[in-house]
């Protein structure tokens, strides 16, 4: 796309309007991904008795297969958007139909109907889990599709990358923090809500509907598909088909969705497993008097000097996030500098190392479990910092190869078929993590499946790594 149409841009305040609404595409999956998990079958009670809704082995295959089958409707979604005609637009009437939709659903995800597993409780999760994802797709598809409608102008799409990834952390954050700050301080409910993790995701419901809202308000939703020349051929699934499989005729997309797939499945099994690395690994011996000092400046330590290592979790999984937000400008100049494919590759192949390293956390003999896991965190916050700039201009610069190729914008479709590789990935990670669970521990004194989930995410980012370097636009 040229970049001489000044009238498409936009001001800052509208940059920042439409980037907040990424605070919603991150908080409520990282929720999900972090804390569902551990809310079905990680908890315990005052007695120390584990409290389980759902057995680790069904929640791994129901994940799955809603992530899974979700994946589907992500192409479909995006095809439609970019074929609907409206007097809002193509993106914006899925955005304010879907979004109290996908609040609803994601309110129920943590109303399991007894409180000891059941059948109930595993239909409750199936069907929640599925319209969660569904209405995700329906809500964030067409919202992120419009970034390479709203500016052709590289450096804009930069930048407002930069602040969609400043919300991103945000909403990270978050959706780390919020559920564990407020099962602990609402574990009684409140109103009609029985408890904490309820009480977050009613708030947590009213803030998605409001944001996704404001953000398509915000900018203009300008492209209209140009109408047919003739009678359609075939039928719409076979066009729709037809148009799905054109994408990877595209040079630059498979090596795209190979990288940001095995990304987002590193990504989704690290967040699935923090709150077991620390509840399970770290708390598995007494802390020391310099970690029970450092946990205790955070507030993670009661008043009887016991650590709250799910409140621990939250801090490590901030820790990358904020370090990740203070390396934005870095990034973003270096994305500049040495090209977007560049400062990706780097990132995979850092984060690959990073999380192959994750099986040694306790072993090393210096320092203590604690200052380990948060050097290895620490040390990942880089590459994501890369990943959360530049993933969505690096999708724009393939969307534009794509017009340059078959003289249509098709931003709809290409998020939809990133978002089927990358939802079957984030539905990988937890299923896998899950397994190794089942089968190799994931208990103090018997944790070797969980310890290996990161070095096997690891492997996956290094492969990425190296198809990334097929990836042909070199801007």
């Known amino acids: 796309m040229a970049d001489a149409r000044p009238e498409y841009k936009l001001s800052l305040g509208r940059q920042v309007l439409f980037a907040a609404g990424n605070f919603g595409v991150a908080f409520s999956p990282t929720v999900v991904a972090a804390w569902l998990g551990y809310f079905y079958y990680g908890q315990v009670d005052g007695a120390g008795t584990p409290r389980v809704y759902v057995s680790a082995g069904v929640f791994g295959l129901i994940w799955f297969l809603a992530n899974a089958l979700n994946g589907i409707t992500d192409p479909v979604v995006g095809y439609l958007s970019d074929h609907t005609r409206s007097r809002l637009g193509r993106r914006r009437p899925w955005v304010l139909l879907g979004a109290p939709l996908l609040a609803l659903s994601f309110f129920f995800l943590w109303t399991p109907p007894t409180p000891h597993e059941s059948a109930a409780n595993i239909a409750l999760l199936s069907v929640s889990l599925f319209f969660f994802w569904f209405f995700f797709t329906v809500v964030v598809a067409p919202y992120l599709s419009l970034l390479p409608e709203i500016s052709p102008h590289s450096h804009e799409r930069v930048r407002i990358s930069a602040f969609m990834g400043a919300f991103e952390v945000l909403g990270t954050i978050g959706g780390n923090l919020a559920p564990p700050l407020l099962a602990a301080f609402l574990a009684g409910g409140w109103l009609f809500l029985a408890n904490g993790y309820q009480v977050m995701a009613f708030g ?3 803030s998605l509907v409001l944001l996704f809202v404001v953000a398509v308000v915000s900018v203009g939703d ?6 047919p020349a003739g009678p359609p051929r075939g039928s719409a699934l076979g066009r729709a088909l037809r148009e799905f499989g054109s994408t990877f005729r595209n040079p630059a997309f498979p090596a795209y969705v190979i990288g940001v797939g095995f990304y987002r499945m590193a990504i989704a099994t690290i967040v699935f497993i923090a709150p077991f690395l620390t509840t399970k690994v770290l708390a598995a011996r007494p802390a020391s008097p310099a970690e029970l000092a450092f946990l205790g400046a ?8 016991a650590v709250d290592w799910e409140m621990a979790a939250g801090y490590l999984m901030m820790l990358v996030l904020v370090g990740a937000a203070l390396c934005f400008p870095l990034v973003s100049f270096l994305a500049r500098r040495a090209g977007k494919r560049v400062v990706f590759i780097t990132a995979l192949f850092w984060l690959g190392l990073v999380l192959v390293a994750m099986a040694t956390i306790g072993l090393w003999p210096w320092p203590s479990p604690v200052f380990q896991a948060l050097v290895l965190f620490g040390l990942a916050a880089f590459p994501v910092a890369i990943a959360l700039v530049v993933m969505r201009p690096i999708l724009a610069d393939v969307i534009d190869a794509d017009e340059r190729l078959t003289g249509q914008r098709r931003e709809g479709t290409y998020n939809g078929m990133e978002g089927l590789i990358m939802k079957v990935a984030a539905g990988l990670g937890p299923l896998l993590a899950g397994l190794l669970f089942s089968w190799l521990g994931a208990e103090p004194g018997h ?8 070095p096997l995410s690891g492997a996956c980012l290094l492969a990425a790594g190296y198809a990334f370097t097929r990836y042909p636009i070199r801007t």
Request: charged share 20%.
């Open 447 to 454: 944790d070797l499946g969980l310890r290996l989930c990161g």
């Open 204 to 206: 947590a419901g009213v």
């Open 222 to 227: 300008r492209y209209s598909p140009p109408r």
């Open 298 to 305: 955070l507030g993670a330590v009661g008043d009887a000097g």
